[in-house]
């Protein structure tokens, strides 16, 4: 064993590879400084520490807060304080200094790349996912481009279709008060063929009895007209006798002779003759010249015109909602159509579709943003606990050959004159995969594992990233597609000529030509228009959104090789900082290692015997059938390494398949314990290989 009393007795040499490279690169007064003790220049380390804490504290304070949305004023107060305590800490505390340069090399691990896969999901918000919302929102009001472009074509051909329509209505309305003067001149120009139907003239009043059993206006006018016709007849009987008597008194004037003008005169007294004139009576009766619809067309007659001269009134009302009002051409025309509404809610709901779809994508985003503050925040948790692990667990990450392993086990090479005095380097082939040599490029089994799940990680991730892409891509071609082959030309075409001709002076006449008149209306139309303004624009990925997406990619899959290098320096940082606890991790793990190796032959024996009693693999069997086929496939029992060609060493008894390297068969004293017997077995305490650990 190794004491303490021993290694002060070794000669003053540097203890590490950084050691020795700073005594080969810095001055002296600075290689002293650096591995000094941590009594020796305190004034120094204190102002050194401070301005190192400064420095870290604002880098940190950048990296944790630059995410996080906080007023001027706030986060110039929140970095004052930060970094005060940064400047604390690394004044006074080891333990924060460590952890402040751990952070670097832990940025290469597992959590440096769950950083850069953020900055990954950063990349393909704002490339393709961005790119395909833009694309399809472009799309989307390219379809409602061409709906409006539909309607107002739609509204073009309504209003020609509509324009002599109401333009006549329109003239209506202008004209209300001619139609009103020709409403009253006509009720007055009628009311004379009114009274001469229904007035009570030319007959006896007092004889109305039989005229006021008629029912319909043809009856009361045809008895008006029978007793017209006799008041007729018996005005001219009694006009007649009016003469005669007339006449007698004339030629009794005239003839003076008493006796002579009777004679003469009695001419004058046959008044009787005008009684022939009651034959017509029979004729009024009988033969009255009254139409048999007379009646019927007057009393149709008589109430146009009544109500033309008391309700004639002209107005467009155009019901739009329950509450009616008069509303303009443009409304009319979309109220028909009934697509304003159509239009604004369709607008509106694309506008809030996508809107809502935005701030979704918003949060994403600034919660991708806080996460790259807790990722940064866990890089330096990490770092610490690796520092806190490091002084306190003397198996954490104790699997190095150190500088100071091999001063050790030098100094046990020289001392060999003492028989207690064993040495373990070179290590045995058995022993090697127990160990990681700091000073070689080669990847150890322990570390290659970590290394390819990080770059199983990484491959998910890009084909999820070149999916994504694809999809964009194919998205774009898409759209360009649409665009290319939905270009349309619209040709609007109309002419009409309408001339109607009323002639006449009478009152339909001039009502004709102040309505249908109207229509008289030339119109052409002819216009040309496109889509082309309404043609989604897709956008393709620039070269940048392509870096964003495959730039950080490419850094993690280095990471994931660069991670093997960068959790060796961890241990250089730590011991750097606390040499003291890395000397005795150092010893402890040779002091482990000799305990090893002074049973080695017995663990070796019985694991060997253990394996040569088991049951048969299918490998086992596999490789019996390809060693038949003249392929000879053999690996080492103890070491596992592959052994080519005859450099195997085969174990001669019969039925044993061991096979051993040269090496691994010197160790084991040239016995193959895979066939020795179960009754010769001789169990020792098994001392686990596992005690020391690697720390991803």
Known sequence: MVHLSELRRLKKAPHSTLERISRWVLPDFAHRFLFSRSQEFPVARFFLGALFGALSGAGLFLGLF????????????????????????????????????????SMLGSRGRAYLMLFVLYGLYRGPIANIHRNVQDVAFSMGCNIELQI?????????VMEPFMQVVQGIVEDNGEFQDEAKSVSRKFQSIRDEVMG?????????????????????????TMMRCDNVVEQGIERCREWFEVKWQDCMDAIKAPVINHILCVSMRFHFLCDIMR????????????????????????????????????????????????????????????????????????SKAFEETKVILDQFLGLIQLLLSCTFITIFTSAFGYA?????????????????????????????????????????????????????LSIHPSELKLVMAGLLQVVSLAVFVCVLLAVD?????????????????????????????????????????????????????????????????????????????????????????????????????????????????ALFLYNLQIQRRISYTKRQRTRLMQLGTGEKTVLSGVL????????????????????????????????????????????????????????????????SDTDMYYVH
């Open 66 to 105: 630059h995410n996080v949305s906080m007023t001027s004023v706030n986060r110039l107060l929140a970095g004052y304080a930060f970094v005060a305590v940064c400047i604390l800490g690394g004044a006074f505390s080891s333990y924060f200094r460590c952890s402040v340069l751990l952070i670097f090399p």
């Open 388 to 440: 806190r692990q490091y002084t306190q667990d003397i198996r954490f990450d104790n699997i190095y050959i150190t500088t100071y392993f091999r001063q050790i086990d030098a100094r046990r090479k020289r001392a060999l004159t003492f028989q207690d005095k064993r040495y373990l380097l070179p290590l045995k082939k058995a022993e090697r995969g127990l160990f990681i040599n700091p000073r070689s």
């Open 624 to 687: 019996s059938r390809l060693e038949r086929l003249g392929c000879r496939l053999r690996w080492c029992c103890v070491c596992g390494e592959r052994q080519r060609g005859d450099r195997a060493v085969e174990c001669t008894v019969p039925g044993c398949q061991a096979a051993y390297c040269p090496q691994c068969w010197r160790d084991l004293g040239r016995i193959c314990y895979a066939c020795v017997p179960t009754s010769n077995w001789d169990p020792v305490e098994s001392c």
């Open 200 to 224: 009570q003239y030319g007959y006896d009043s007092m004889e109305q009895g039989p005229v006021a059993a008629g029912n319909s206006t043809q009856d009361l006018y045809a008895a008006k």
């Open 473 to 585: 891509m194919v998205l774009h071609h898409i759209f360009d597609i649409i665009r290319r082959h939905t270009f349309t030309k619209f040709s609007l075409t109309s002419s009409h000529h309408i001339d109607i001709n009323v002639g006449g002076q009478s009152m339909m006449a001039k009502l004709l030509r102040k309505t249908i008149g109207a229509f008289n209306t030339s119109s052409n139309l002819d216009m040309q228009s496109s889509n082309q303004h309404c043609l989604p624009q897709p956008r393709a990925l620039t070269i940048e959104d392509y870096l964003w997406s495959f730039v950080p990619l490419l850094m993690m899959a280095l990471m994931c090789c660069l991670q093997v290098y960068s959790n060796r320096l961890r241990r250089v940082i730590a011991a750097f900082y606390f040499p003291k606890r890395e000397k005795r991790r």
């Open 279 to 350: 034959v017509m009576k029979p004729w009024c009766r009988e033969d009255i010249p009254v139409e048999g619809n007379f009646g019927q067309t007057f009393d149709k007659l008589n109430f146009s015109i009544d109500a033309l001269s008391r309700e004639f009134s002209t107005n467009v009302v155009l019901q739009v909602q329950p509450n009616s009002s008069v509303c303009s051409h443009e409304e009319e025309q979309q109220s028909v159509f009934g697509v304003s509404a159509l239009r604004e809610d369709f607008t509106e709901g694309l």
């Open 152 to 160: 107002k074509h739609s509204k073009v051909m309504w209003r020609e």
